[in-house]
């Protein structure tokens, strides 16, 4: 048995050789005796890589599958497994067991891509602010009350409904349409008594509202006085001069009656819409 498996690999050096494949097996050192110095051994050859064209050699001198399998596994080998480098092992006779175990050790060599990495989502870009344009203290406001009031049927508390009838503009740009809510508050009102007192009614501008701001009102262009934002004013002198006229001596107002108001604070605002 032992000069049968020194026999095979004998027999396949032999044959690649003969085809022009040095392949070489390395033999067990001889033993030395311990009287004298070991002796360098010479390096032996690299093994030779097996290809296509060697394995076909091997088939067609008579080796067996067996044979072949076991040398293609023990072996270095670049084996061409293309469709067209399996289609012509099959045409030179090839076994479908050798030509798997060429395409098993031609995977095995083949070097493993690293995974994947997922790439990170890219960060989101904040949109641009708009722009914005100061509305100044003291721009004029013209509103029209949106509701009847009468101080016969006011309280103080109530609040009260104006709009915008005109559209606020900074330079050329338009910051407020008309049509924009104000509102206000009823700060004083008193029914006229028999003994010939007239009606009192009073309210205080609070702001109007711009999208999400507030821009705060007051009744006069100057900054000081009592209708500064949190003061009031007299609707009596209000129908004075729009020249509505009163029942009796209760004081009445109409829906649509103008009120010229003014801007009561420096107030940044974007272009309106």
Known sequence: MRIQSLF???????????????????????????????????PQPAQQVLNNDAI?????????DDLIVNTIGT?????????DGMIALKSAGISDRVVAAMEA?????????????????PM??????????????????????DQDLSSKTSAAGDPVALVLTEDIKVGNVVVARAGAKALGEITNAEKSE?????????????????????VHLRGTQGAGGKDSVGGTIGLMILCTICGILHHGKEIKIQKG??????VSDDISLPAAN
Not at 257 to 262: D, G, K, P, V
């Open 257 to 262: 009656t103008a009120l010229h108001a003014y």
């Open 56 to 64: 076909i050699k091997l088939v067609k001198a008579g080796l067996s």
């Open 194 to 214: 028999m003994l010939g007192k007239g009606g009192e009614l009073n309210m205080r501008l609070d702001y109007l509202k711009v999208g999400t701001l507030r």
């Open 105 to 121: 050790k031609a995977s095995a060599a083949a070097p493993t891509a690293p995974p994947a990495v997922a790439a990170a989502p």
């Open 124 to 145: 989101p870009v904040p949109a641009p602010a708009p722009a914005t344009y100061l509305l100044t203290e003291g721009s004029d406001v013209y509103l029209a009350f």
């Open 75 to 83: 072996s270095p080998g670049a084996y061409d497994v293309s469709p």
């Open 8 to 42: 095979v690999p004998v027999v396949i050096a032999s044959l690649l050789s003969s085809q022009g494949y040095g392949v070489a097996f390395a033999q067990a050192p001889a033993q030395q005796p311990t009287a004298q110095p070991a002796q360098q051994v010479a």
